[in-house]
């Protein structure tokens, strides 16, 4: 479905697998940051003929203002061919120098703290990038519930992603050590510094062996 925002004009699609049914929600505009009511409720032929996006009764927002207005409760939609990048980080500081150097690049951040908010991000949304501590919430790599879920999706929405792992024991740009923990980049924190110019050379070596994975792919009538 497409929402467009009354506050500034931007025009957001959003999956409909993913949009609550029959309920009236609160999203917030990847541009202005102000919240917009998107009512999912079935609507009369009359109604059905007209806009996607309907404004909610008067009723069902003094329903909404009764609520609890936790960030968290607040579902984000990002406009169409915007870039998402995932950056979680046990401090501020640190999850701050990668916002910088993700910025520059062109990518649209969203910072959490924690397992849980990451893995409840990655259900809403497609991210292009994905990076990580080594021990987040210390919790060591090979019990992580991130590289858990990471693991067990499918390979054509895992393929999509490019996983970055950020640790003290990680040689910057190590294939094999990547390899073997399933991600595409280690970079040592030392080197955080050097995100971009080293995470561009990544991407770049990325997205040349995926075009010729899926070449490859397309002459074998796979894809």
């Known amino acids: 479905m497409e929402v467009t925002c009354k506050h500034c004009g931007a025009t ?3 999956p409909d697998d993913r949009v609550p049914k029959e309920q009236v929600i609160s999203a917030r505009c990847s541009r202005c940051r102000e919240k917009i009511e998107i009512d999912t409720r079935a609507k009369s ?4 003929r007209g806009s996607s996006f309907q404004e909610p009764s008067s009723a069902s927002v003094a329903s909404k203002r009764d609520q609890p207005d936790a960030e968290d409760e ?8 915007v870039r998402l990048a995932l950056v979680m980080g046990d401090t501020e500081e640190q999850r701050d120098k990668i916002e910088k150097h993700l910025d520059a690049m062109g990518f649209r951040c969203v910072l959490v703290d924690e397992t849980r908010k990451g893995i409840g991000k990655m259900r809403l949304h497609h991210f292009d990038l994905v990076i990580l501590p080594e021990d987040l919430g210390g919790v060591p790599l090979d019990q992580s519930p991130i590289i858990h879920f990471l693991n067990h999706l499918s390979m054509s929405v895992r393929r999509q992603m490019f996983v970055v792992i950020v640790g003290e024991n990680f040689r910057t740009m190590d294939e094999m050590m990547a390899f073997s923990l399933s991600v595409d980049l280690v970079v040592n924190t030392k080197d955080l510094g050097r995100l971009s110019m080293v995470a561009q050379r990544a991407l770049a070596q990325h997205e040349r062996f995926y075009k010729v994975f899926m070449e490859i792919y397309r002459e074998m009538g796979k894809a």
């Open 45 to 48: 032929g009359k109604e059905r």
């Open 74 to 81: 607040v579902l984000e939609y990002y406009e169409e061919g």
């Open 12 to 14: 957001l699609r959003i």
